[in-house]
């Protein structure tokens, strides 16, 4: 058996394939090749002129962080919080949150392990998913220094009141809020 392309040059030089049929078939790959560039260029167009900037998440990258709110403290600052975060999940009668540092947010979302009205208010929260959280500052897991270079790795918790100025803007303790209300952020947007 003799190979296809064999076969073609003898045809072709025997006369019987027309320089028509190969003037078509080298039209035929310009188009082809043509339309995949142009299919290419229009896939390659991720942004419509009219979206400013880029889908990464329900929670913009510019949004205020726990450490941001942690340095806007001061001595006597009951002021509630209104933050965006990303919800990590449940320990003993917090709900952790998360931003995008990566620093936690501890709420208090039930008063003992009886109240089963906050059990009920945080059960259908998501692992992941952002929320935008209502909370007033009650309190820090303080984590005291043992030595030099050694971190306690079990916080102390100290109401707001008792504390200082430092403990309270150090990136290293966690704020503790009271929940007051939170609701799940949800795009409006369609996301392709």
């Not at 560039?37 to 889908?55: R, W």
């Not at 917090?94 to 709420?107: I, L, R, S």
């Not at 259908?124 to 820090?140: D, K, Q, R, S, W």
């Amino acid at each position: 058996m003799e190979s296809r392309l064999i076969q073609f040059r003898k045809n072709r030089i025997s006369g019987k394939i027309s320089n028509h049929r190969i003037y078509y078939r080298i039209f035929q790959a310009i188009l082809f090749t043509l339309f995949c560039i142009s299919v290419q260029n229009l896939t390659s167009q991720t942004q419509d002129p009219g979206i400013s900037e880029k889908y990464e998440s329900l929670i913009s990258k510019k949004e205020k962080r726990i450490l941001d709110f942690k340095e806007g403290l001061t001595e006597n600052s009951g002021l509630p919080w209104i933050i965006r975060l990303f919800y990590r999940g449940v320990k003993d009668d917090y709900a952790v949150f998360y931003d995008w540092n990566g620093h936690e947010a501890c709420f208090r979302y039930r008063k003992n392990k009886f109240d089963h009205d906050g059990i009920a208010s945080i059960h259908a929260l998501i692992p992941g998913h952002a929320y935008e959280l209502n909370g007033v500052l009650t309190g820090m897991l303080v984590f005291r220094k043992i030595s030099e270079n050694k971190m306690s790795s079990v916080p102390e918790y100290i109401p707001e009141k008792k504390l200082k100025i430092e403990e309270k803007k150090d990136k290293n303790n966690v704020p503790v809020l009271k929940l007051e209300k939170f609701k799940s952020l949800e795009t409006k947007e369609l996301v392709y």
